[in-house]
């Protein structure tokens, strides 16, 4: 563990514009001071979301404007706290915050939440993020129920390893998509039951035929491009898609003939959105999930670790489609 110290000075990274990877810069800033409702964490570990890259390249609708330290979940130990905070100095938690790439982060404690008994701060750094967009767009959003079907895309990837699980432990059958053998393999251990490799197979013609056609009931969709379009077309009569990402690099484009013809309901989920709107909503699964992960009955699965100078290397691990599970950066 990593020991806070007094100090004036942090690392950081900082995305100096938008573009490649090549914007992410290491530099030095000021130690943040907590206010009001909020506390300081000593970072231990962070967890890189594909909505990092998104805002790196400038495509994320509202996203921050450079410079800024990207980076929205966090887990350490409080190293100080602002006014009104019933929290205590030592305490290890994980947060949803903002500008996460650095030694030090300032989270609101509403959106703060104790390290599950038994997990290390790299595996807490990948549940927030993770299992909060897994469950969401399955249950709140998704109405998945017990003898449904579900399509999870990227079921090997960080929030794809969650809902897998997530859905698995719900009683449904799952389909799973993945770029290769040794990611369906993974997909298959946490509860994937019908694992079908993307690159050498149409995943709309393998769902259609292991169902007769009827499709599932629901597609979890964080690609966009045209897997939306294709997700539709394996999607049953009155099955309902969430969609909550666009790991292609361009936005689906469902043809709403598609939706009409076969009532099929298509639902957006935008995580950061959804808890300033409806905090109830979405954090209402934590007791639960903290319950789960600390009774072993659900795992985070991390991959690859990074230094937090190596961020652009953690970046292209991602972009390059190597990632299984959760890649987190270290202090």
Same mark, same amino acid.
């Given at each position: ?27 030095? $800033?000021?130690? !943040?001071?907590?206010? &009001?409702? /909020? ?21 994320? !609708?509202?996203?921050? +404007?450079?410079?800024?330290? !990207? ?30 790439? =650095? ?14 008994? @038994?997990?290390?701060?790299? /595996? ?43 859905? &698995? $432990? ?20 946490? @509860?994937?039951? #019908? !694992? ?32 939306? +379009? *294709? ?41 950061? #959105?959804?808890?300033? *709107? ?16 600390? =009774? ?12 937090? &100078? ?10 390059? *489609? ?10």
């Amino acid at each position: 563990m990593r020991i806070a110290i007094e100090t004036d000075s942090m690392e950081a990274i900082e995305v100096t514009d938008f573009g490649d990877r090549d914007s992410l810069r290491t530099t030095e $800033r000021e130690v !943040p001071e907590p206010g &009001s409702g /909020e506390v300081r964490i000593a970072i231990e570990a962070i967890g890189v979301n594909f909505a990092d890259i998104m805002q790196r390249r400038g495509n994320y !609708p509202g996203g921050p +404007q450079p410079p800024y330290v !990207p980076g929205m979940e966090a887990a350490g130990t409080i190293d100080a706290v602002g006014e009104g905070v019933d929290r205590e100095v030592g305490e290890s938690v994980v947060a949803m915050t903002t500008e996460a790439y =650095a030694e030090f982060s300032i989270a609101n404690v509403d959106a703060l939440f104790n390290v599950p008994e @038994g997990m290390d701060f790299e /595996e807490a750094a990948g549940f927030p993020v993770q299992f909060l967009t897994a469950h969401n767009t399955l249950f709140e959003w998704g109405g998945l129920t017990e003898g449904e079907s579900v399509l999870i895309h990227a079921a090997a990837g960080g929030v794809g390893t969650a809902a897998t699980q997530l859905a &698995s $432990r719900a009683g449904a059958t799952v389909f799973g998509t993945a770029s290769t053998r040794e990611k369906l393999d993974l997909a298959a251990e946490l @509860g994937c039951d #019908q !694992p079908i490799q993307y690159t050498e197979t149409d995943f709309a013609d393998a769902v259609n035929d292991a169902t007769d056609g009827a499709g599932v009931d629901l597609v979890l969709d964080s690609v966009g491009g045209e897997t939306t +379009q *294709r997700s539709l077309e394996c999607l049953a009569h009155f099955g309902r898609m969430t969609v909550y990402g666009a790991a292609s690099g361009e936005p689906g484009h469902p043809d709403t003939g598609t939706l009409l013809f076969n009532n099929h309901t298509l639902l957006g989920y935008h995580l950061g #959105q959804a808890i300033e *709107r409806t905090p109830q909503r979405v954090l209402g699964a934590v007791p639960e999930l903290t319950e789960a992960l600390t =009774a072993g009955d659900l795992e985070v699965i991390v991959g690859e670790t990074f230094a937090l &100078s190596e961020a652009d290397a953690a970046h292209a691990h991602v972009e390059n *489609r190597e990632s299984t599970g959760k890649v987190v950066l270290v202090p």
